[in-house]
């Protein structure tokens, strides 16, 4: 069965069940454990309660290598993004999330016999999301996210010689989209683990008459506890992303499906200060019509609860 269907079909079961269930939302009391974030490259993995806020900035680097052809096209690209990221629960049931990135690429690339660097660096989309807590209690939770992505970033990069970029390689999208998700968490003595479905699903074409191609992923981790301020942690992921439609470009469609590794560290440093770093790499893939296989991922961050 195609991974997409799949993974769609257990985010509307995980959803349904919950919501057709009865009962109301228990006191979580692993707040104050180190491992009750996902490991910092899981997003909108945690829920606050009512009152709560928590900021937070994040760092990812990630590396694109491997070309199809070493003397014409893309021979590598690497792409930065710093994310700053807010957290408000008016209730125990909701949480409110903005997050803006700022977005650097750059790729070189062998044009003619000549290597040509290229890139552009701005905002990126801005996303918000409310999560709505469908079940906590002192050892388990359990959350959907319901977002938007909205197109704040810029679609205007150009190369040197003054034509538009790909849209992979510009700093926004030029679409809205909708980033739904399903987040599922259990604390065990010592450790824990948990389960996240998300999509990003764009609505429409931009200016350009681009929209960048669905992606729909699964991932899975284990946090150990080495003591009450220091955790590990290991993650494994599968995305599946269509192609950009509309684009000229072949090479840098994008369409492609991944199987990730990832190891991670968090600790806490004072009072409700949250240090983590982690890194992937792919363990499968295939590429499709792309001239570059994705490489190494490394996201640093911090988080400061209020």
């Not at 999208?173 to 968490?185: L, N």
């Not at 074409?205 to 981790?221: C, H, I, P, V, Y």
């Not at 192609?243 to 990832?262: I, P």
Request: with cysteine; proline share 3%.
């Amino acid at each position: 069965m195609n991974i997409r269907i799949l993974g769609g079909q257990l985010l509307c079961a995980l959803c349904t069940s919950t919501l057709l269930s009865s009962g109301t939302l228990a006191h979580d009391t692993n707040s104050k454990r180190i491992d009750s974030h996902a490991p910092i490259g899981v997003m909108a993995d945690h829920f606050h309660k009512k009152g709560e806020l928590m900021a937070s900035l994040r760092g990812m680097t990630m590396d694109m290598n491997d070309p199809v052809s070493t003397t014409m096209g893309p021979q590598s690209m690497t792409m930065n993004m710093a994310m700053l990221g807010l957290m408000y629960a008016p209730s125990d049931t909701v949480t409110f999330m903005g997050m803006i990135n700022y977005v650097d690429t750059s790729m070189d690339m062998i044009m003619m016999g000549n290597t040509q660097k290229m890139g552009a660096s701005n905002i990126g989309d801005l996303t918000l999301s409310a999560m709505i807590a469908l079940h906590d209690s002192k050892d388990s939770r359990f959350h959907i996210t319901l977002g938007t992505s909205v197109p704040t970033g810029s679609t205007k990069g150009t190369n040197s010689m003054g034509s538009p970029l790909a849209l992979t390689m510009q700093t926004g999208t030029g679409s809205w989209g909708f980033t739904p998700s399903a987040t599922y968490t259990k604390f065990m003595n010592g450790w824990s683990f948990g389960a996240q479905a998300n999509a990003k699903i764009w609505l429409d074409d931009n200016a350009t008459g681009e929209r960048m191609g669905d992606q729909f992923e699964l991932t899975s981790w284990a946090a150990f506890m080495l003591n009450d301020a220091v955790s590990f942690s290991t993650r494994a992921a599968y995305s599946d992303r269509n192609a950009v439609s509309g684009s000229m470009m072949s090479a840098l469609t994008d369409a492609r499906q991944v199987a990730w590794g990832y190891a991670g560290f968090n600790t806490t440093v004072g009072a409700g200060h949250r240090l983590a770093i982690e890194a992937g790499l792919p363990v499968w893939q295939d590429k499709n019509a792309n001239a570059l296989d994705m490489g190494l991922t490394l996201t640093v961050g911090c988080q400061k609860a209020f």
